[in-house]
Structures are given as structure tokens and as C-alpha cells.
């Protein structure tokens, strides 16, 4: 199938009214003021909104990267080390709740790895000797440090660190009396290869292997108009594949199995981007509720279908080198 003829849908900065390709059919709604786009899955009809003639809104302008939050990744402890999360019977329980990394090294004797240690261990803590890094105060079994006086002024705290690839920033800390090696692993997928649990209290889900997706949003003109119109397009295909058998007209019902987010699982599962077939946690494998939540307070757009729909539309069709009816950079959009 041909990509539709954009400038169908573009005239000069402006959307016109009456848009018509010879493979799909836009309507023009201009009710809905700050909508680019609609696909009315109901009605199984395509509409382009006043937005799709304008420039990107400067909040939405970016580039953007979403990572998986349920494929092959684990969930670390806080700040603080301690495990707070109960592994889902899918999943496995790494480290206790309440309990820390065991026998993580908390304090290192002096500069030279023949310094001994000169802090005094408490409770179960342990003060040993590891080859390669010398005279150590560990968390003991526990995970937890158990040290209640101020360190030897010879000793020093072991440094961990962190990338935190969501906000793109590096954590450094070291662990203070009551807590554990931050950032530990304390719960971890099974074979299936999804995380099926959810972190509680102050841990994370780890992203620092995640798969991710990056796109861009700067289109203006007939780019922001063909980009609008792919990303529609893309709901239609996906709302069709998912529509129950002997739904034939409107409205059109839906196969509740598929996870709310309306994307085949079998597509799921095919899916280069890796996107959970499973029901409530297969929702939104992206997190992208979140992602626009933290970025425009809104955190009504999100889910696997909208993900794929952002993705489309960042590759609207082919160029033909007999049009140029493109006002940016000489595009021209194949009919």
C-alpha cells in the first residue's frame, strides 16, 4: 500500500477541510483545538485537527527516549539499600524485604590495601579481609550497618555509584549506619523473561540494561502534518487487528484480552521493541503514562499502542523525486 498523498491534508500552514487520498480518508475536526490527531476507533474514522497545521508545541519538542520497564530488567533498592519489594510469584525474591545486600563492604581500612580496619564493628557486622581491596567493614549477613560511633579518622567510607539512565544523572553514596549497599538487586525475572512485580517504597525498577526507543519531535509544516496523519494510521491498523470477529459495523467491539492496550499479543510478542503480552502489567511496557506526566502534567497518553503510533510516525513514507510540494527543505511526498 502507498503512503497517502500529504499535501491532501497541508495547504500552506492550514488543514484543509476536505481531505481525501486515494487508499485513506481524513476529516477535518476543528472542535477539538488542541488536538493534532484522532483516530475514533468506535467509528473506525480518521480525523486531522487544528494542530497538525501548526508547529510542534514547544512542551512536546525534544528528543525523547522511553525504556522498557518489563523486559529482562530487575528492581534495585533505594538510596537507603533496603529491600522494600515482595517478588510476584513469577519473579524471584533476591534479597528480603527489610534486609539489605549481605556482607557489603561499608568501610575501608585506610589508603593501603595493608591498612587495617580502626572503626569498630557492631551487631553483625564483620571486619575482613578481601584480596584485591584490603581490610573492610561489611553489612554483616543482614545487609544492614550496624555501626553506631563515628568512623576511625584512618578509615574510610567505600563510594558507590550509579548511572540512572531516566534522568540521566550519576548517584553517588556510601552507606550510613542503619542502611545497606544502595542500589542492590532484590528482585529478579525468571525464565519467561518479564518482570511481573512492582517496586515499592523507595526502590526502582533497574534501567541501565533496558531496551529503549528514541524519537523526535520537531516537524513543522507539511512534516508535522504527514507525521500527524502516520501516527493515526498506525491506531487504525492496530484497533483492526484486535477487533472481535463478526464485529462488522458501529460501534465496533474490541477483544477484551487484549491487555487494554489494544495491540495484538501476538504482534507483542513479535515485537522488536520487545513489548509485554501479558494483561495490567503488559499495559504500558514504556512507561510512557509517566514519561508525559513528568513532562506536562498529563499522564493520559500511554500505552503500547500509543508507542507504536509515535514510532510510525517518525518515518511518514517514501520520497518521490517528481513531486515537491513540501514548504521545508524540498521534501516530496510520494502519491
Known amino acids: 500500500m502507498q503512503p497517502p498523498n500529504w499535501f491532501y491534508y497541508w495547504k500552506e500552514g492550514g488543514v484543509v477541510a476536505e481531505l481525501k487520498g486515494p487508499y485513506h480518508e481524513f476529516e477535518y475536526n476543528a472542535s477539538l483545538q488542541d ?30 527516549t522511553w525504556f522498557n520497564h518489563r523486559y529482562r530488567v530487575t528492581i534495585h533498592s533505594g538510596d537507603d539499600g533496603i529491600s522494600n519489594t515482595w517478588a510476584d510469584s513469577e519473579d524471584s525474591q533476591v ?122 519531535f520537531n516537524e513543522t509544516g507539511i512534516d508535522r502534518c504527514a507525521a500527524v496523519c502516520t501516527h493515526e494510521l498506525k491506531h487504525q491498523e492496530l484497533f483492526r487487528a484486535v477487533r472481535l470477529p463478526g464485529s462488522n459495523s458501529p460501534p465496533y467491539q474490541y477483544d477484551p484480552t487484549a491487555d487494554s492496550d489494544f495491540v495484538d499479543d501476538m504482534m507483542e510478542s513479535c515485537s522488536e521493541y520487545h ?29 503500547d499502542n500509543e508507542l507504536l503510533a509515535y514510532v510510525a510516525s517518525q518515518n511518514p513514507g517514501p520520497l518521490s523525486p517528481y513531486r515537491d510540494w513540501s514548504d521545508t527543505d524540498g521534501k516530496q511526498w510520494k502519491r
Open 95 to 216: 534479597i528480603p524485604v527489610g534486609y539489605g545486600q549481605p556482607y557489603a563492604i561499608a568501610i575501608v581500612g585506610g589508603i593501603t590495601i595493608n591498612d587495617p580496619v580502626e572503626t569498630i564493628a557492631f551487631g553483625d557486622d564483620t571486619v575482613e579481609f578481601i584480596p584485591g581491596v584490603g581490610h573492610v567493614l561489611t553489612t554483616g549477613p543482614d545487609g544492614i550497618l550496624d555501626h553506631r560511633t563515628q568512623i576511625s579518622s584512618s578509615d574510610v567510607w567505600k563510594e558507590y555509584t550509579f548511572f540512572d539512565r531516566l534522568q540521566q544523572v550519576v548517584r553517588v553514596k556510601h552507606i550510613e549506619p542503619g542502611e545497606g549497599r544502595p542500589w542492590s538487586t532484590v528482585v529478579s525475572y525468571k525464565p519467561d523473561d518479564w518482570l511481573d512485580s512492582w517496586p515499592w517504597g523507595d526502590d526502582e525498577i533497574d534501567l541501565c540494561d533496558a531496551c529503549s526507543v528514541t524519537v523526535v
Open 35 to 64: 488536538w493534532a490527531g484522532w483516530y475514533d476507533a468506535s467509528g473506525d474514522r480518521l480525523y486531522v485537527c487544528p494542530l497538525a497545521a501548526d508547529y510542534q508545541p514547544q512542551e512536546y519538542r525534544g528528543t525523547w
Open 275 to 303: 513489548l509485554c503480552p501479558k494483561p495490567f502489567i503488559g499495559y504500558d511496557t514504556y512507561e510512557l503514562r509517566s514519561f508525559w506526566y513528568r513532562l506536562i502534567g498529563d499522564a493520559n497518553y500511554g500505552n
